[in-house]
């Protein structure tokens, strides 16, 4: 039986370093030293599917104090164990803690790689077969995304896209919500940071 719980300090650079690092792109990854600081303020957490001591996957959650709403940053499954139920098993845990989510997954790219854009509209597929529902477009990391909520029903969209723009708060230049179909996203802090 596997076991669902916060990740242990001693797990999370471990996590960073392997399964994370493997699964996201360098400006799709928010820095480890940015991700302890909100660990450190109370607004994140990491979550870690395990059988014994091996982790299987994980989720990160972003909050942020008076805001119910929290985002599901980042998914992942160890890539050996990909499309074996386990990511939507972590869905299913998260979505038992009964607060509203907003995830965002990257939305195709016109004119991109036909087997990138595959895979994304895979992402969102899966998504919504697991409950979730398409919201609004939005930029971050430099990448246009689908927003889709889970559990935020009783909600407006309006205060939905205000609480997603209070979890990341106004330093993110790069996240706007929504975004314009003709709007451009900017990349990162962390890709243009001064070297």
Not at 166 to 178: A, F, N, Q, S
Request: aromatic fraction near 12%; glycine fraction near 8%.
């Amino acid at each position: 039986m596997s076991e669902f719980r916060m990740m242990l300090e001693g797990e999370i650079e471990q996590w960073y370093v392997t399964d994370f690092s493997e699964a996201f792109a360098e400006n799709e990854r928010k820095p480890l030293p940015d991700i302890l600081s909100l660990i450190e303020q109370g607004r994140y957490q990491i979550y870690g599917l395990f059988d014994g001591e091996a982790a299987l996957g994980y989720a990160t959650l972003w909050k942020r104090d008076g805001v119910p709403l929290v985002l599901l940053d980042y998914l992942g499954v160890k890539a050996s164990l990909r499309n074996g139920g386990l990511g939507a098993q972590i869905l299913k845990r998260l979505q038992s803690m009964a607060f509203p989510i907003v995830t965002e997954s990257e939305l195709p790219v016109p004119g991109d790689d036909a087997a990138e854009n595959s895979i994304r509209t895979r992402r969102i597929g899966f998504y919504r077969r697991n409950g979730f529902l398409p919201a609004y477009e939005m930029a971050t990391c430099g990448m246009r995304w689908q927003a889709l909520l889970f559990g935020a029903e009783d909600y407006s969209i309006w205060q939905i896209m205000d609480w997603h723009r209070k979890l990341y708060g106004p330093e993110r230049t790069d996240v706007k919500i929504p975004l314009g179909r003709d709007e451009i996203p900017e990349m990162p802090y962390w890709m243009t940071r001064e070297l």
